[in-house]
């Protein structure tokens, strides 16, 4: 078991548990309970859990048609481009790991990858990005610039 960024895991699950969430995709076998009392009891399998559900919400958050990542788990959230960021690693850790076949997980990231090289890159205000820099918050259908965000670092 490999855990490639477990300190961002356990911070986003936190953030990601005080948010709303929308019905997703569930991972297959698991249960009602957020953490189930067995894997408290055991460091490595809280771990292989903690990972496993962040994925899932990179995953489900994720727009199927251009690959950008909502900034958090409800209708009306922008994508954000750290969020999406996050979504390229944890899609390569899912499918590591077998939770989606790498097929799923590389054909998401070509899209996502496709979406970056035809979005438009320009000063007018609702472009994508600036002389190859993201605006931080995009529209999650669109890939627009949104809220007269920052370009992102």
């Not at 189930?36 to 903690?50: I, V």
């Not at 958090?72 to 922008?78: A, G, Q, V």
Request: net charge negative; proline share 5%; with cysteine.
């Amino acid at each position: 078991m490999k855990f490639y960024w477990l300190p961002v895991v356990f911070l986003l699950l936190l953030a990601n548990s005080t948010c709303s969430s929308r019905e997703s995709q569930s991972p297959p076998g698991s249960g009602s309970a957020w953490i189930p009392d067995s894997t408290l009891k055991n460091p490595t399998a809280f771990l292989h859990h903690l990972e496993e559900k962040t994925f899932w919400y990179f995953w489900n958050e994720a727009n199927p048609e251009n690959g950008l990542v909502r900034d958090r788990s409800t209708e009306e959230s922008p994508a954000s481009i750290a969020t999406t960021g996050f979504g390229l690693v944890a899609w390569a850790t899912g499918a590591e790991n077998g939770w989606v076949r790498r097929l799923q997980a590389s054909e998401r990231t070509l899209t996502l990858l496709k979406f970056f090289l035809g979005s438009e890159q320009s000063e007018n205000s609702d472009a994508t990005g600036y002389r190859g820099f993201y605006y931080h918050f995009l529209n999650w259908e669109t890939g627009r610039r949104m809220w007269d965000s920052e370009l992102s670092t």
